[in-house]
């Protein structure tokens, strides 16, 4: 018989619900205090092992789904997924979306001045392997005026969501790149605080960077826990844009 334990509810390092600078979030956050609900066997549980069935095959390499290469710069993001006692977390789905490089969404919400790409959608699923790591080819997206405020530019972000071993682990998170000075002065960054924010930032990373092919970046992924991976401030919600 497996014992199964309730995961830590760890909000170290979490973004809060309600962050004004984040303007959506004034309306879209909690009025009431949260109702924590028991962790059962329904949380405590998830479909772990058997996500080909349920998700269909891998798509890894995002610059790889149309008749021609995409533009933009060429990039590799690898990583592990860790749950909260350090251990891999194996076989779960990593889900991928972003903007092409010139920071435009396949979305009918998404209308600004900035080229389609008709080699790229965006969107990609990769699984983790025995050791909980993961990697997948993509073009660096672009950055987008979102229109929070005035002169408003979301840093160049990927967006990721992880079932991990259970309901409980869910995650969906968004990564940024080392070198962006947008990230500084974004609302949706900033709402995680300081120094939680570092581990939205992926690291630049030559041993993944392939040799007349691609750049690499490492990004690791903590479900819950202590050092866990925080969690984009509009988690669950209307996340296809910003
Ligand atoms: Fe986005």
């Not at 009025?31 to 998830?46: A, D, F, H, K, Y």
């Not at 997924?81 to 969404?105: C, F, H, K, S």
């Amino acid at each position: 018989m497996t014992l199964i334990l309730p995961y830590a509810r760890e909000d170290a390092g979490q973004p809060p619900s309600l962050h004004p600078p984040y303007v959506s979030t004034v309306p879209r956050s909690p009025r009431q205090p949260l109702v924590r609900i028991p962790q059962t066997l329904t949380e405590l549980t998830g479909p772990a092992g058997c996500w080909d069935n349920l998700m269909g095959e891998s798509l890894f390499d995002l610059t790889d789904q149309h008749l021609a290469r995409p533009l933009g710069q060429r990039i590799v993001v690898a990583g592990r997924v860790l749950d909260e006692q350090g251990r891999p977390v194996r076989g779960t789905v990593m889900e991928i979306w972003q903007a092409n490089a010139a920071g435009r969404y396949i979305h009918k919400k998404d209308q600004w001045d900035a080229p389609h790409d008709p080699n790229f959608t965006g969107a990609g699923r990769v699984i983790t392997d025995d050791e909980g790591r993961y990697r997948f080819v993509t073009v660096r997206p672009g950055a987008y005026p979102w229109g929070n405020h005035h002169n408003a530019w979301r840093p160049s972000h990927i967006h990721l969501s992880l079932l991990g071993p259970a309901f409980a682990t869910r995650l969906v998170t968004q990564m940024y790149f080392p070198d962006d000075p947008l990230i500084e002065i974004d609302p949706i960054a900033n709402a995680v605080p300081s120094p939680y924010r570092q581990r939205l930032v992926s690291r630049f990373d030559i041993e993944t960077t392939q040799p007349d092919w691609a750049l690499g970046y490492l990004f690791d992924v903590v479900l819950r826990g202590r050092g866990a991976t925080p969690l984009d401030p509009e988690y669950g919600e209307d996340d296809h844009h910003d």
